[in-house]
């Protein structure tokens, strides 16, 4: 009864977990492997077409920083190509109940609004950004959102799905806006953030005070110009362009340098050296002829790196940061239902979002799809594997997962593993009553074996006794398992009656107890408990079949 009502519940959970995780992820991933695909659309329309494939879609993923009213927190999000209606399908049937006015509608008309939210203002209504709040005061409100000029028919990349965990913990619903920053932001300001404490020209003084003594010495008066050595400047040239990052050509293809680690603002300045002394020369024989003033000019860009101003190079690499997007202001249009047991994207949006935020302008990770029978996945990955060839990964939902899998497939031997002590106490408390049968009965079995009985027979009793305890044990289990089960909502409520709540839905995200009963399993425990009530009472027989007749019945 305990193995049926725990296994059956668990299997209830397996499925849960399979349901929700088909639900929002893609059945089958195809991946490039050179990284990003940059002709998805056509990729999506042939992938479409492979025998047994629903529908195939273009997807982006990747973390965010969520801003919201009260809250600051990262979050993973998941962009789609928003036209599938394979995905959106899927998508509409995980929407959460708790939260009503959710829909999956990406692309809503005009005047429609998102979820609860009333209809988008205009632009010139939208108002500026509020500023930050002050230290320990409270946020301004989110500005509403502009309406987006795409001919007057679509919001094509304005709304977002959530996930009901993200939504429970910091207070979303329907119709409210959230903000999102990309997290290719902080790479950008890392990399500018990641410089020495000390000035290039401290760093590497060796190279800078050689080169600078080399201009002092070459560079020459000549008429209305200035001369140098042209070999001379030229190891002097090398100096600096060892510093920088650089291509070099070499006879396996052109090799491009790391260069020496310095802030931006001084590997610009000996780029711009290094820049005057190729642009500025004219050679003729074995001298070099530039303009006149040429050599207090290169002194003048030592002398700027050498009074760097640290802290202004600094702001400027911030404030000059190229690649930088632009925080995303969305909508919330739906909520979906996940748990943290088989938790999903916090965030599904439209590609194109997706896109910008990832820094991967028109072209995408992945290419998602949906076959007819999921369960089949990995023959048709393995098919699709053999027919796009080595330029592709090809992934099924139980490999992407597989460690998820992998968790529950561990639990689930554990806990029989556990519990199979259970019915093995059985076993031993039913040798322990045949053993003390037989010593009962020990002068009839005496008076038997006395009379002609046969070993065989003597043991034939008691397995036979053995296997009516084990069928009537199996058959009064499967009933109580079964009725447990069906009844396992009231059991629950009972249980929590005294404070205690095995399953709380907060952590499944489900209401009720789920439950699978999978007779194949059932089968094999009821076979398996009558096979040990056998050998539980074959031991106990084999000891009377054997016990020699005169010494019982010297008792009676």
Same mark, same amino acid.
Request: aromatic share 8%; proline share 7%.
């Given at each position: 009864?305990? !193995?049926?009502?725990?296994?059956?519940?668990?299997?209830?959970?397996?499925?849960?977990?399979?349901?929700?995780?088909?639900?929002?992820?893609?059945?089958?991933?195809?991946?490039? =492997?050179?990284?990003?695909?940059?002709?998805?659309?056509?990729?999506?329309?042939?992938? /479409?077409?492979?025998?047994? @494939?629903?529908?195939?879609?273009?997807?982006?993923?990747?973390?965010?920083?969520?801003?919201?009213?009260?809250?600051?927190?990262?979050?993973?999000?998941?962009?789609?190509?928003?036209?599938?209606?394979?995905?959106?399908?899927?998508?509409?049937? &995980?929407?959460?109940?708790?939260?009503?006015?959710?829909?999956?509608?990406?692309?809503?008309?005009?005047?429609?609004?998102?979820?609860?939210?009333?209809?988008?203002?205009?632009?010139?209504?939208?108002?500026?950004?509020?500023?930050?709040?002050?230290?320990?005061?409270?946020?301004?409100?989110?500005?509403?959102?502009?309406?987006?000029?795409?001919?007057?028919?679509?919001?094509?990349?304005?709304?977002?799905? +959530?996930?009901?965990?993200?939504?429970?913990?910091?207070? !979303?619903?329907?119709?409210?806006?959230?903000?999102?920053?990309?997290?290719?932001?902080?790479?950008?300001?890392?990399?500018?953030?990641?410089?020495?404490?000390?000035?290039?020209?401290?760093?590497?003084?060796?190279?800078?005070?050689?080169?600078?003594?080399?201009?002092?010495?070459?560079?020459?008066?000549?008429?209305? $110009?200035?001369?140098?050595?042209?070999?001379?400047?030229?190891?002097?040239?090398?100096?600096?362009?060892?510093?920088?990052?650089?291509?070099?050509?070499?006879?396996?293809?052109?090799?491009?340098?790391?260069?020496?680690? &310095?802030?931006?603002?001084?590997?610009?300045?000996?780029?711009?050296? !290094?820049?005057?002394?190729?642009?500025?020369?004219?050679?003729?024989?074995?001298?070099?002829?530039?303009?006149?003033?040429?050599?207090?000019?290169?002194?003048?860009?030592?002398?700027?790196?050498?009074?760097?101003?640290?802290?202004?190079?600094?702001?400027? /690499?911030?404030?000059?940061?190229?690649?930088?997007?632009?925080?995303?202001?969305?909508?919330?249009?739906?909520? *979906?239902?996940?748990?943290?047991?088989?938790?999903?994207?916090?965030?599904?949006?439209?590609?194109?979002?997706?896109?910008?935020?990832?820094?991967?302008?028109? @072209?995408?990770?992945?290419?998602?799809?949906?076959?007819?029978?999921?369960?089949?996945?990995?023959?048709?990955?393995? =098919?699709?594997?053999?027919?796009?060839?080595?330029?592709?990964?090809?992934?099924?939902?139980?490999?992407?997962?597989?460690?998820?899998?992998?968790?529950?497939?561990?639990?689930?031997?554990?806990?029989?593993?556990?519990?199979?002590?259970?019915?093995?106490?059985?076993?031993?408390?039913?040798?322990?009553?045949?053993?003390?049968?037989?010593?009962?009965?020990?002068? $009839?079995?005496?008076?038997?074996?006395?009379?002609?009985?046969?070993?065989?027979?003597?043991?034939?009793?008691?397995?036979?006794?053995?296997?009516? +305890?084990?069928?009537?044990?199996?058959?009064?289990?499967?009933?109580?398992?079964?009725?447990?089960?069906? *009844?396992?909502?009231?059991?629950?409520?009972?249980?929590?009656?005294?404070?205690?709540?095995?399953?709380?839905?907060?952590?499944?995200?489900?209401?009720?107890?789920? /439950?699978?009963?999978?007779?194949?399993?059932?089968? @094999?425990?009821?076979?398996? /408990?009558?096979?040990?009530?056998?050998?539980?009472?074959?031991?106990?027989?084999?000891?009377?079949?054997?016990?020699?007749?005169?010494?019982?019945?010297?008792?009676?």
């Amino acid at each position: 009864m305990v !193995l049926i009502v725990v296994l059956s519940v668990h299997n209830g959970f397996e499925r849960n977990l399979k349901d929700t995780l088909l639900g929002h992820s893609p059945h089958i991933s195809v991946y490039s =492997s050179y990284g990003t695909i940059p002709n998805w659309e056509e990729m999506e329309t042939s992938l /479409a077409k492979e025998p047994g @494939v629903e529908s195939a879609y273009a997807l982006v993923e990747g973390f965010v920083l969520l801003d919201t009213n009260k809250w600051q927190r990262p979050a993973i999000f998941r962009a789609f190509n928003t036209n599938n209606q394979g995905q959106i399908d899927a998508l509409k049937e &995980m929407l959460d109940p708790d939260y009503p006015g959710s829909s999956v509608d990406f692309n809503p008309p005009l005047d429609a609004s998102a979820g609860a939210a009333p209809p988008l203002p205009p632009l010139e209504d939208a108002g500026d950004i509020p500023p930050p709040p002050p230290p320990g005061g409270s946020a301004a409100p989110l500005p509403d959102l502009p309406p987006i000029n795409d001919g007057g028919e679509l919001y094509s990349d304005r709304y977002v799905v +959530v996930s009901s965990q993200l939504a429970d913990k910091i207070g !979303l619903k329907p119709g409210d806006d959230i903000r999102v920053m990309a997290a290719s932001n902080f790479d950008s300001v890392m990399e500018v953030y990641n410089v020495p404490n000390e000035r290039a020209w401290e760093l590497y003084s060796d190279a800078f005070r050689r080169f600078e003594s080399e201009i002092k010495r070459l560079f020459q008066p000549k008429g209305d $110009e200035e001369e140098s050595p042209s070999e001379d400047i030229l190891q002097a040239y090398r100096l600096l362009q060892d510093l920088v990052p650089t291509q070099i050509e070499k006879p396996e293809g052109i090799v491009t340098t790391e260069g020496q680690a &310095m802030r931006q603002a001084e590997r610009d300045l000996i780029f711009e050296i !290094l820049g005057f002394l190729n642009q500025n020369v004219r050679r003729e024989g074995e001298f070099d002829y530039f303009e006149a003033g040429s050599k207090d000019w290169i002194l003048g860009k030592l002398g700027e790196l050498r009074d760097l101003d640290m802290e202004k190079a600094d702001n400027e /690499a911030f404030r000059n940061i190229k690649e930088f997007v632009v925080p995303k202001t969305l909508r919330i249009q739906g909520v *979906y239902s996940d748990s943290e047991r088989s938790k999903g994207p916090d965030l599904f949006i439209p590609i194109t979002i997706g896109m910008e935020l990832k820094g991967l302008p028109g @072209v995408v990770e992945s290419i998602g799809l949906r076959i007819d029978d999921p369960y089949h996945a990995e023959r048709h990955a393995a =098919s699709l594997q053999a027919k796009l060839g080595d330029d592709w990964i090809v992934q099924s939902w139980m490999r992407t997962h597989a460690d998820r899998f992998q968790l529950v497939k561990t639990e689930k031997i554990m806990m029989s593993f556990a519990l199979s002590f259970i019915t093995l106490l059985s076993a031993f408390s039913i040798t322990a009553v045949m053993y003390t049968v037989t010593v009962q009965k020990r002068q $009839e079995i005496g008076v038997m074996k006395a009379l002609g009985a046969r070993p065989s027979q003597i043991v034939r009793v008691f397995v036979y006794q053995g296997l009516i +305890v084990g069928i009537g044990g199996v058959v009064f289990g499967l009933g109580l398992g079964l009725l447990a089960i069906r *009844y396992r909502e009231g059991v629950m409520a009972v249980i929590r009656g005294f404070g205690v709540d095995p399953f709380p839905a907060e952590f499944h995200g489900m209401s009720e107890l789920p /439950a699978e009963i999978v007779w194949g399993q059932l089968g @094999v425990i009821c076979v398996v /408990a009558v096979v040990l009530c056998l050998l539980a009472a074959l031991v106990p027989a084999l000891m009377a079949a054997f016990r020699d007749p005169a010494k019982s019945l010297r008792n009676l």
